[in-house]
């Protein structure tokens, strides 16, 4: 009797010794077909719904990063996604910078829909200087024995990407902590600041008080950044989730991997009701390529693309600009795309996700190196702001410094771009100060080609003229920085 009663007991203490409040947490996740990699939002769903019906608490913290870009968010401005949330059981969305493509009031909105609270520590409203209507500074979860406390801090440069100077930012350690503090004396026991990497690049990370857990939004493969302070990374259209146990003494993290499971039914019909929509008009074949192609992002920020050219080309032809620029951090597809293989309309989408229109403006010679300048004055950062063109080829050396970049600057034929103005084709994001591009001085050609055509609707019209169409890199961008011993 004393020998089985001292089993039941150590049976007992094992589980009590192993039990574990768990947290599910990803980020970076707009995309709605499932991928070759592994991705897929039904997978996950199958994950999520296993991990809640357990005997153990668990919470999902989502990230957020993630109402767009893809097919349905340049129509529908992400309430699809905030459906497909409600069905994957989040239980609050950190909102992050790209939930705020369509403005503010859209978040407003969509908040509305959203069966999960939606939180955001440090921004405001300039209109009200209040937060945005219907997002949380905090927001207080109970996790078994926790009470879990989660905030969410952007970084400044959410008013160079998406929001134009409409948004008050707090970029201060001293704000956080005093939200800690608050949360703190509300009751939490655990805190959770979930951010983005700009922020914590701003931002000292030591000095930043009573957090037990920092949540890094990234497209990486999912890891620990640090210990002390505890900080994990974690998001991208791959196949891991990031599993936290908590603990009284604090949490471990690991990987989820979630190639391997069975799409969850229900979710399954909640993607394809939206994607039956998209699959007649994004399936058409579109053109062959006769020759390989690349849209890698390290190509797209640093370089000239062959896949790159082809979109520049597409929009200089229909606006007749002499020059067409466009950044590269709006083009997404990161792919290699071999000889032969046959684009379709869903390709083009997928690499043109974020919509966007076409302006023409005019600007001087002067303005136009200005403009090229800024493309490469972040370019060793691979930073999204950097210049894909047609009409013009350039020469850059990023040992010099910013603002004296731009060694060499021609037409598209070698002749030399002389004193005069210009007509250059650009995205409305570069208009309206996008990634700190300022063309305030410059004069709008049209607008008329703004209001008709998305940019990815443009590059698909243009390609469908083809039976096959040659990628091709022509010297168009050069760099010619010294390679140091």
């Given at each position: 009797m004393i020998k089985k009663l001292f089993v039941v007991l150590s049976m007992y203490m094992f589980s009590m010794m192993a039990h574990a409040d768990k947290i599910i947490f990803?980020?970076?996740?707009?995309?709605?077909?499932?991928?070759?990699?592994?991705?897929?939002?039904?997978?996950?769903?199958?994950?999520?719904k296993r991990l809640k019906s357990s005997n153990e608490p668990v919470l999902f913290v989502h990230g957020g990063d993630s109402l767009s870009p893809n097919p349905l968010s340049v129509y529908d401005k992400g309430a699809h996604m905030i459906s497909i949330m409600n069905e994957?059981?989040?239980?609050?969305?950190?909102?992050?910078?790209?939930?705020?493509k369509d403005g503010i009031d859209q978040v407003t909105l969509l908040s509305t829909q959203a069966q999960f609270p939606m939180v955001l520590t440090n921004l405001l409203d300039r209109r009200s200087m209040q937060p945005v209507e219907g997002v949380q500074p905090y927001v207080l979860l109970p996790l078994g024995e926790h009470s879990i406390a989660v905030l969410m801090a952007v970084s400044e440069n959410i008013n160079t990407t998406f929001l134009f100077n409409k948004a008050f930012v707090y970029e201060t350690v001293e704000h956080i902590n005093r939200w800690v503090q608050q949360v703190r004396s509300s009751g939490a026991t655990k805190v959770i600041l979930v951010t983005e990497r700009d922020f914590l690049k701003s931002v000292p990370v030591h000095s930043i008080e009573g957090v037990d857990m920092m949540m890094v939004t990234q497209d990486v493969e999912d890891h620990q950044v640090s210990s002390s302070p505890w900080i994990f990374a974690s998001g991208g259209v791959d196949d891991e989730m990031t599993l936290i146990d908590v603990t009284k003494d604090g949490q471990t993290a690991s990987v989820l991997h979630i190639a391997e499971e069975e799409p969850d039914a229900a979710m399954t019909q909640v993607i394809e009701r939206y994607t039956s929509q998209l699959d007649v008009v994004l399936g058409q074949q579109l053109t062959r390529l006769s020759g390989p192609m690349d849209s890698q992002r390290d190509t797209l920020r640093s370089a000239e693309s062959s896949w790159g050219n082809i979109v520049m080309d597409a929009i200089r032809q229909y606006t007749h600009a002499d020059f067409s620029l466009i950044i590269g951090g709006s083009i997404r597809g990161y792919r290699d795309y071999e000889a032969g293989y046959v684009l379709t309309r869903r390709d083009i989408q997928r690499e043109l996700p974020f919509g966007g229109t076409v302006y023409v403006v005019r600007i001087t010679k002067a303005k136009l190196k200005q403009v090229?300048?800024?493309g490469v004055s972040q370019v060793e950062g691979l930073d999204g702001r950097f210049l894909q063109v047609s009409g013009l080829h350039y020469k850059y050396d990023a040992s010099r410094p910013v603002g004296q970049r731009i060694v060499e600057m021609l037409h598209s034929n070698?002749?030399?771009?002389?004193?005069?103005?210009?007509?250059?084709?650009?995205?409305?994001?570069?208009?309206?100060?996008?990634?700190?591009?300022?063309?305030?001085?410059?004069?709008?050609?049209?607008?008329?080609?703004?209001?008709?055509?998305?940019?990815w609707n443009i590059v698909s019209d243009y390609l469908e003229q083809y039976d096959e169409i040659q990628p091709v890199i022509e010297g168009r961008i050069v760099n010619v920085t010294p390679i140091l011993p």
């Open positions: 990803t980020s970076n996740v707009p995309e709605l077909f499932a991928q070759e990699n592994g991705y897929s939002l039904a997978k996950m769903a199958t994950v999520v994957l059981g989040v239980d609050v969305l950190a909102v992050n910078q790209r939930e705020f090229l300048e800024h070698n002749r030399e771009i002389d004193e005069g103005e210009y007509t250059v084709a650009i995205s409305d994001y570069m208009l309206e100060g996008g990634d700190d591009y300022d063309f305030s001085d410059a004069t709008v050609v049209s607008d008329k080609v703004s209001s008709q055509r998305l940019i």
